[in-house]
C-alpha cells in the first residue's frame, strides 16, 4: 500500500494547520498546558463560534447549505490535524453526524435549505426517534403510527431509549404510514418538534443517578406534511442509511480516541507497578495490537474509497468496524480496571463535576455518583456493543452480505 498522500492533500494539510496555530489558544501546543474548568467552559464556547466561522463544522457539506465542500481526501487531513493537534472538533452526534448527512443524501431542497444551516450553527438540536418497546434489533417491527390529517401528520405511539430526548427541538422518528404494507415497506422517516403538547419525555434513570436517554411518547403529536425525509414509506431505505452514518466512523483518525486512552492505561500501569504482571502486559499488548489493526483498517477503507474500487471486506467495513472497537473497548476497560486493583473500587472522579463527553451532552456521569474518566468509560463501554445495532446483528449483516452466508431464518412468534 502507497501510505503517501497527494500534493493537493498536503498543500491543504498546512491550510487546516496555519488555521490551527492561529486560533487555539497561547500555550497550547506547549507541554503542561493546562486550563481550569472555567477557563475550559468559556473557550470551549468561543472555539464552536470560531470552528462555525472558520467553516470547519461538516466542512464536507456543499456550501450552497453553509459546508466547504471538502473533498474526502481533504477532510481526512482535516481529521489528522484536528487529532493532532489535540483541538476539539464540535462533536454534535445526532445533527452532524446522522440527520445532517442523511438530509444531504435523501432530503428534498426545501428541507435541505431550512435544516443544514441550522445544524451547522448548532441552533437545533436532534434526538433519534427509532427503537420502540418492542422493536429494537428487530426495527421494523415499530407501532409507532402517523396519519395523514390536512397538511400535519398526527403521530401516536412510544420510543425509547431515546438519547438526549430530553434536549432536542426534533426528533428524526421512524413512523408506520401504510399499517397494510409489509413490514420493511409502510415506514416513514419524518423530521418532528418535540415542542409540543403531544410529545411527553420521560428521563430514564440509570444506575448512577444520570438519565442520559428517555422514554418519548407521542399522543397526538403533529408534524409538517412535508417532513417526510427521502419519500413516503421509504423510511426504511433512508433509516439504513443513518445507521451506516451511526456504524461509520473517521477513517484515518477513528483510533485516536482509544490510542490516547491506551496511552492513559499504560502509564496507570508502569505507576502502581500492575505492569510487572505478565498477564498484564500481555493483555496490553493485545491491546496495542488491537489499536493498530484499526489503524490499518481505517487506511484501508480510506484507500478504497478514494480509488473507487470495492474491495469485499470494505464493503461492510461500518459492521465489522463497530464491532470490532466496541468489543475491543470492553476489553482495554476491563483490563484498566484489573490495573487499577482495589482502587477501581472507589468512585475516584470529582463530585462537584458531572463528566461530559462530546456528543453525548453534559449527563455522562451523575455528581452523585462521581465516576472518573476512566471508570464511566468502564461502564458506557458496556452500552457499545449494543446501540447502534448490537454485535450480534452486526454479525449477521457480514454473514449474509460480505460472506454470503444463508438468511437468517425468520421466526414468527
Ligand atoms: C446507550 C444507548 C443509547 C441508545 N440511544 C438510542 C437512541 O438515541 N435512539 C434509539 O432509537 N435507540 C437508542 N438505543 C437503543 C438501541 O438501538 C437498541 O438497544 C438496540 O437496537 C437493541 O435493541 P433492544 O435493546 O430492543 O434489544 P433486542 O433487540 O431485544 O436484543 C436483545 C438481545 O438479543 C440479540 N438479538 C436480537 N435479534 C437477534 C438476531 N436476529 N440474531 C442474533 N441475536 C439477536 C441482541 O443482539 C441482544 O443481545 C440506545 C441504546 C443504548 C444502550
Redesign the pocket.
Known amino acids: 500500500m502507497d501510505l503517501t498522500y497527494p500534493p493537493e492533500a498536503q498543500s491543504f494539510r498546512l491550510v487546516a494547520r496555519a488555521w490551527l496555530e492561529e486560533n487555539l489558544p497561547d500555550g497550547w501546543f506547549e507541554p503542561g498546558f493546562r486550563m481550569d474548568d472555567a477557563e475550559r467552559a468559556a473557550w470551549s464556547d468561543d472555539w464552536t463560534k470560531k470552528l462555525f466561522a472558520g467553516g470547519w463544522i461538516c466542512a464536507t457539506w456543499p456550501k450552497e447549505y453553509g459546508g466547504k465542500g471538502l473533498t474526502t481526501m481533504e477532510a481526512v487531513v482535516l481529521n489528522e490535524e484536528f487529532a493532532h493537534a489535540g483541538a476539539p472538533m464540535r462533536a454534535d452526534f ?1 445533527g452532524d453526524t446522522l440527520v445532517g448527512p442523511t438530509i444531504l443524501q435523501w432530503g428534498t431542497e426545501e428541507q435541505k435549505m431550512e435544516f443544514l444551516p441550522k445544524i451547522l450553527s448548532g441552533t437545533i438540536a436532534w ?5 420502540e ?1 418492542d ?5 421494523a417491527n415499530l407501532s409507532t403510527k402517523a396519519v395523514l390529517d390536512g397538511d400535519e401528520w398526527v403521530l401516536n405511539g412510544q ?7 430530553f434536549v432536542a427541538d426534533y426528533v428524526f422518528v421512524l413512523c408506520r404510514t401504510d399499517p397494510d404494507a409489509p413490514k420493511h415497506k409502510g415506514i416513514s422517516y419524518l423530521l418532528c418538534p418535540m415542542d409540543q403538547p403531544g410529545v411527553e419525555v420521560r428521563p430514564i434513570n440509570q444506575i448512577d443517578g444520570a438519565a ?2 428517555a422514554e418519548v411518547f407521542f399522543t397526538d403529536a403533529r408534524c409538517p406534511k412535508d417532513n417526510v425525509v427521502g419519500g413516503l414509506n421509504n423510511g426504511w431505505s433512508v433509516a439504513m442509511t443513518t445507521l451506516g452514518f451511526e456504524r461509520g466512523s473517521s477513517a484515518t483518525t477513528g483510533h485516536r480516541r482509544f490510542e490516547t486512552e491506551l496511552d492513559h492505561i499504560i502509564e496507570l500501569a508502569k505507576a502502581n507497578g500492575a505492569i510487572d504482571d505478565p498477564l498484564v502486559r500481555q493483555g496490553l499488548a493485545r491491546c496495542y495490537s488491537k489499536v493498530q489493526i484499526m489503524k490499518v483498517n481505517g487506511l484501508r477503507s480510506l484507500a478504497s474509497v478514494i480509488s473507487g474500487k470495492k474491495d469485499p471486506g470494505v464493503v461492510a467495513l461500518g459492521a465489522t468496524n463497530k464491532m470490532f472497537w466496541s468489543e475491543y473497548h470492553q476489553q482495554v476497560m476491563m483490563l484498566a480496571m484489573d490495573i487499577l486493583g482495589m482502587e477501581g473500587q472507589i468512585l475516584l472522579g470529582d463530585p462537584t463535576v458531572e463528566e461530559s463527553v462530546p456528543g453525548y451532552g453534559r449527563r455522562r456521569t451523575s455528581a452523585r455518583y462521581p465516576a472518573n474518566a476512566l471508570q464511566s468509560s468502564f461502564f ?1 463501554s458496556r ?2 456493543t ?8 452486526q ?2 449483516i457480514v454473514g449474509e452480505r460480505v460472506l454470503g452466508l444463508p438468511k ?1 431464518p425468520k421466526v414468527t412468534v
Open positions: 445526532f434526538c433519534q426517534g427509532f427503537s418497546p422493536a429494537g434489533s428487530d426495527m420510543k425509547i431509549w431515546t438519547t438526549q430526548g442520559e436517554f458506557f452500552s457499545e449494543i446501540w447502534g445495532g448490537t454485535s450480534q446483528i454479525r449477521n437468517e
